[in-house]
């Protein structure tokens, strides 16, 4: 079974500051690897894709894979009361337990 | 159209009725998913259609039974539900098939079974 941890949280960063949200998984073999956001009572929103090590960057968002310590991680900068949500790393299809963060005004 | 919709948005049902979920995509995706998300818990997957023929069986209960009808559709229907499978069922759709590709989900039908 492909397992995918993140860490549990729950995590609260003042406005403005970074939150950094990470995940471990199991299979070697993955290549592919995603962050949803999942507001509440809401749907998932796919909001960064990473297929190499190293890092990619979108706006705020910058994801991080290493694939030799099987890691990848999410960090956002200049936090939002709005980013306020559940965040969620999936490899092949499996979710981790997702990570709640709450952005301080 | 970029979005994957869902029908209904809420539905309760009693042990003993039979009911569909549906979902559609026009994205001209090839790849569509069923998961199950219980509250405070992350979505688990159920089953995948690729192009237009199951792939993936999750050991879901025969109880559920997936549908696809065309690429642009997918349903799930149910069938003598237990209260424990109260849950949002949620729709996703990817360009290919899966383990690699992004998803892109559907808003979710929210089940109750009496």
């Known amino acids: 079974q492909k397992e995918v941890e993140q860490n549990s949280g729950p995590l609260s960063v003042p406005e403005g500051a970074i939150a950094s949200l990470n995940c471990t998984y199991s299979?070697?073999?993955?290549?592919?690897f995603f962050w949803y956001r999942q507001y509440s009572g809401k749907s998932p929103e796919l909001i960064m894709s990473?297929?190499?090590?190293g890092d990619k960057e979108d706006g705020r968002f910058t994801a991080q894979l290493n694939k030799a310590s099987q890691y990848v991680s999410l960090l956002i900068r200049d936090s939002q009361p709005s980013d306020s949500a559940t965040y969620l790393c999936a490899v092949f299809m499996r979710f981790g337990a997702g990570t709640r963060l709450t952005v301080k005004p | 159209d970029t979005e994957v919709t869902q029908t209904p948005k809420h539905l309760v049902m009693g042990m003993t009725n039979k009911k569909s979920l549906k979902c559609e995509q026009h994205m001209g995706h090839r790849a569509m998913y069923w998961y199950k998300q219980k509250a405070k818990k992350p979505p688990e997957l159920m089953f995948v259609y690729s192009y237009e023929k199951l792939s993936i069986n999750e050991s879901v209960p025969s109880r559920f039974s997936p549908e696809c009808p065309n690429s642009s559709l997918l349903n799930l229907h149910l069938h003598a539900l237990q209260p424990e499978d109260s849950a949002l069922y949620l729709c996703a759709s990817s360009q290919v098939d899966g383990a690699d590709d992004e998803q892109f989900f559907g808003p979710g039908t929210r089940l109750t079974v009496l």
């Open positions: 990473i297929y190499s090590n």
């Open positions: 299979d070697r073999v993955s290549q592919s």
